[in-house]
């Protein structure tokens, strides 16, 4: 069934993003996840609703949002800026319209998938001429399987190829409909943390439908090749010699070829903050134990390793 006329909450749509998959690429971030990472660098797409973004920095002081809001929920602090109550608020979104500063506005768009292809095929003869394509991301894209089947085979038929991002927490029979597309070429899987204890802790769900459906999509040979696993790394958290080496085991089990190493970073504490959310703040390996990490993959299991995202 064509999902063309169908539509979801897109976060925002990246240009030339250059470690989201191999060449340049248009990332496409989808709204909603089922995890809550405590270090997500993008904790504004984890909601599968629309939010409001309030960025004091921009507001210049007009008062026309608290005047129009119908809910009396925003107010002006003379040292902080705007302020919104956000157990009053409804979303309504008339102060996002009427701001012109850009000080409040929605997190998101709801697209469809031709205009979300529009936009994508802008930069087509860039993926092209570098091997990209389109890499869809979120949030969680398995949160919305069906439209992603649909653009995966509109981008098909205009020649645009396609890297699926994913934590793996869903449907398995969904994630390998899609991930046999001959469409996609590569499938980035993150991997948060081997130990299920440490994940829940840290993500709000167990780990073993993600490892269950990382070992299918590894045993497959319709979809092994294609996989790249992402590991956030996190001081303390998921980066002991413990969890690294058992991870280490893990991808030996199953046959797994390339690895990124992805270090914490904190931009996503300010994201949160302007969504009235609160982020913990963490710290990346050190240099040091960053490069061992790497030694590990590398000189002992021999595997293909890169380390990216680095702030």
């Known amino acids: 069934m064509s999902n063309q006329s169908a539509s979801v909450l897109v976060g925002s749509i ?32 984890i909601d599968a609703g629309q939010q409001l973004i309030s960025s ?12 129009i809001c119908p809910q009396n929920a925003i107010s002006l602090d003379p040292e902080k800026g705007i302020h919104i109550d956000r157990n009053t608020c409804n979303v309504c979104l008339k102060c996002a319209k009427e701001c012109y500063a850009q000080a409040l506005r929605p997190v998101a768009k709801e697209m469809t998938i031709d205009e979300i ?25 398995l949160t919305h399987a069906d439209f992603v089947g649909s653009l995966i085979d509109e981008a098909a038929k205009r020649g645009i190829h396609v890297c699926l991002d994913t934590s793996g927490f ?19 899987y993150d991997m948060k943390a ?3 204890e440490v994940h829940q802790a840290y993500t709000g769900v167990s780990n073993k439908r993600i490892l269950e459906n990382l070992r299918m999509l590894a045993e497959d040979p319709e979809t092994s090749e294609k996989l790249w696993l992402r590991m956030p790394l996190v001081q ?22 390339k690895v990124n190493l992805l270090p914490y970073h904190n931009l996503g504490i300010s994201k949160e903050r302007n969504v009235g959310g609160v982020q913990e703040e963490f710290q990346p390996p050190s240099e040091e134990w960053l490069t061992k990490i790497e030694n ?14 680095r702030v």
């Not at 869903?170 to 980035?188: M, P, S, Y």
């Open 14 to 45: 990246q240009k030339f993003s250059v470690e989201d998959g191999p060449g340049i690429r248009t990332t496409v971030f989808l709204k909603g996840c089922p995890l809550s990472c405590k270090w997500c660098h993008n904790p504004e797409m």
């Open 56 to 67: 004091p920095n921009n507001c210049i002081g007009c008062g026309h949002c608290i005047q």
């Open 117 to 141: 292809l529009a936009t994508a095929e802008q930069d087509k003869r860039f993926y092209d001429h570098t091997g990209g394509g389109i890499t869809v991301s979120g949030g969680e894209m």
């Open 170 to 188: 869903g449907d398995g029979k969904a994630l390998q409909k899609l991930a046999r597309k001959e469409n996609v070429t590569d499938i980035l």
């Open 194 to 196: 081997i130990d299920d």
């Open 236 to 257: 303390g958290v998921n980066d002991t010699e413990e969890i690294i080496r058992s991870t280490g085991e893990f991808y030996q089990e199953i046959g797994v070829k």
């Open 296 to 309: 590990y993959f590398k000189k002992e299991l021999y595997l293909d390793v890169s380390i990216l995202g």
